[in-house]
């Protein structure tokens, strides 16, 4: 997204959205609820995850400064969230209300064109993430996370990485010890 594009979301935002300050283990969103509503991040660390009938947490991403999170299904089909968001550090989010946004996308074609370029960019994320999860290795997902996201690696725990890649803590500590 280019500067100019950022600054008309950027003051979109800070017009309409509402600032909020999370503490360290608090939750945007629970699995299961409703939310009308986008989070861009100003500042800190957030976790999205699911969380299975039986209790294990599987992550989905973790999203940081500069970057808007929300459950698409619960915004446009005001269906239950299917995931769960808590910051993993005390973070600022400017809250949006999505039927805002949509309307005033409607009548605001530079905002309409920053949101649909907002979406493709979170198709591609997503689609990379599935082709990492389905063709690369565990040992090969952990390495492009710490050479594309090293100073995401260091806010994380080790159990979130693991978490992350989808292995077990044990699993990471022999991937690392592999690579050192």
């Known amino acids: 997204m280019s500067l ?16 909020m300050s999370l ?10 609820q409703e939310a009308g509503s986008l989070y861009f991040i100003r500042s800190g660390l957030i976790k999205a995850y699911y969380l299975t009938t039986d209790g294990k947490e599987f992550i989905k991403s973790f999203i940081s400064e500069g ?20 910051c993993l ?11 805002h946004l949509f309307t005033t ?11 649909i370029r907002t ?4 198709a591609q994320k997503k689609e990379k993430r599935e082709y990492e999860f389905l ?28 978490k992350y890649l989808g292995i077990t803590a044990v699993g990471l500590s022999r991937i690392k010890s592999r690579n050192q």
Do not use: W
Not at 23 to 32: A, D, E, P, T, Y
Not at 70 to 84: A, D, I, K, M, N
């Open 4 to 19: 100019e594009d950022n600054m008309h979301l950027f003051n979109y935002v800070e017009q309409f959205g509402k600032l």
């Open 23 to 32: 503490k360290k283990h608090q939750h945007l969103i629970r699995q299961g």
């Open 67 to 86: 970057n808007v999170i929300g459950s698409l299904s619960t915004l446009y089909e005001h269906q239950p969230s299917t995931f769960s968001m808590v």
């Open 89 to 99: 550090e005390d973070t600022m989010v400017y809250e949006i209300d999505f039927k």
């Open 105 to 115: 996308t409607s009548d605001d074609p530079e905002l309409s064109q920053i949101m």
């Open 119 to 122: 979406l493709i960019e979170l």
């Open 135 to 162: 063709c690369l290795t565990a040992a090969e997902r952990y390495q492009l996370l710490t050479n594309e996201n090293p100073e995401l690696v260091n806010r994380l725990t080790q159990n979130d990485i693991a």
